[in-house]
């Protein structure tokens, strides 16, 4: 059985470009991603950006950082269970539920602090420089996908190895 796709229409219009109007913001945010990778694993840091992005309801990164992380190599299976990881914790070595559990206690800053003890276990799989660098990961893919959302940009249009627009 085949089936045929429609051509994707987008739920809205983008509000602005933000590459656009603050160039130099947004080469600030390239540069800090740069940086972020020379301190954490890849794919430790493919699953961050895709929680942080699930919970942020930001569809463009989603878009983004699973196509990136398929083209790396990572299952479909993972990608799939990240939304339920808590009840999927087997598809997850120990240091990736670390990291997604310190992930979504960054992100969702409303239910008070970074609990100690989600803290403590995330210091039990990385050294102190892997923490500070996952920190800044968690942190740059926050501020991405506030750009992504408050601007509306369209999902769906991302190639993996093409520079974005």
Not at 67 to 88: F, M, N, P, T, Y
Not at 91 to 107: D, G, K, N, P, S
Not at 112 to 130: L, S, T
């Amino acid at each position: 059985m085949t089936t045929t796709q429609e051509p994707r229409v987008a739920e809205h219009t983008p509000r602005l470009d933000m590459a656009k109007l603050a160039p130099d913001v947004y080469k600030a945010m390239f540069r800090l991603e740069t940086a972020v990778r020379q301190g954490i694993d890849s794919t430790v840091y493919e699953l961050v950006k895709i929680r942080a992005s699930q919970i942020n309801h930001c569809a463009f990164c989603i878009d983004i950082h699973t196509k990136d992380a398929l083209a790396a190599g990572e299952s479909v299976e993972r990608i799939v269970q990240l939304s339920a990881w808590e009840e999927s914790r087997h598809f997850y070595t120990a240091r990736e539920v670390a990291a997604l559990e310190l992930t979504e206690a960054i992100t969702v800053l409303t239910d008070g602090f970074v609990p100690d003890e989600v803290y403590e276990r995330a210091a039990e799989h990385f050294d102190e420089a892997e923490l500070a660098y996952l920190i800044a990961g968690i942190t740059t893919i926050n501020a991405w996908n506030r750009f992504g959302v408050t601007s509306r940009a369209v999902a769906g249009h991302y190639t993996p190895g093409k520079p974005l627009d």
